[in-house]
Structure formats: structure tokens, C-alpha cells
């Protein structure tokens, strides 16, 4: 696991409270449909987003399935989120010693296919609740 997301090591982090940063390769599908998320529940970025369907997926969903995240054939780009500590160990935990972008990718492809989106963004789950 990384240090918090202003490259430091302690967990406490008063800038970050205490979130780990995570790079993956996300398809444009994927982080267009988080910033539109983002945007229709008024989350304060896509990162917020993310968080919420990783806690939905953890808690909910059945992410344990298929790990298929990226069709090779869509344009993808790297980006950095910045996660809670157990939301990133919950991912390395279903990753089994995998990358940890494909089970993020898994979960967004699950998540955008539930309908309607308000079933994930409107439902209040601690973070606390996520654990691998």
C-alpha cells in the first residue's frame, strides 16, 4: 500500500485524511460516466465517486466475479484517485496479488450497469464498512 496522497507516509495525513493515491488505467467510458456521476449527485469530484462504488461493490455488489475491466479495443488513460485505506485494501484483497486497476475497472463496469445510478450515489455507506 502507498502513503497518503501527498506522498507521505503517515496514514494521518491532515490534507488527505489519511487516503492512499492509486494510478490505473480507466477507459474514457468509464471516467466520463464518474464525472457525470459526480456531477449529477453533487459529489464534489470523480474521485468521491469512485470511493462511493468501491463502498457500494464492497458492500453490496457481488465484485468477486468476473475481473474482465478494460476491453483492449477502448482508449483508456492513467489516472490517480486518492482512496481510503481499507477501500484500497479491499481491492488488493480481491485483486490476489493482481493488479489492483483491473478489480477498479471490474467494479466501474458493474456499477454503471445499475439503474437506476441513485441505488449507489444516494445511499449513505461508511467507508468504515469497507474491508477486504
Sequence with gaps: ???????????KCSKCDGKCKVVA?????????????????????SGKALRCCINWAAQEADA????????????????????APNQLEW??????????????????SMAMTIEPPSRIFEVIRCKTNTSA
Design 64 to 83: 468477486g466475479g468476473s475481473q474482465d475491466a478494460v476491453p483492449g479495443a477502448e482508449e483508456t488513460a492513467r489516472m490517480e484517485f486518492a482512496l
Design 1 to 11: 500500500m502507498s502513503g497518503c496522497a501527498h506522498g507521505g507516509i503517515d496514514p
Design 91 to 108: 481491492l488488493e484483497a480481491k485483486a490476489a496479488g493482481g493488479d489492483v486497476g483491473t478489480v477498479l475497472g471490474s467494479v466501474l
Design 25 to 45: 488505467s480507466m477507459s474514457n467510458d468509464q471516467l466520463e460516466w464518474l464525472a457525470d456521476m459526480a456531477s449529477q449527485f453533487s459529489l464534489p469530484d
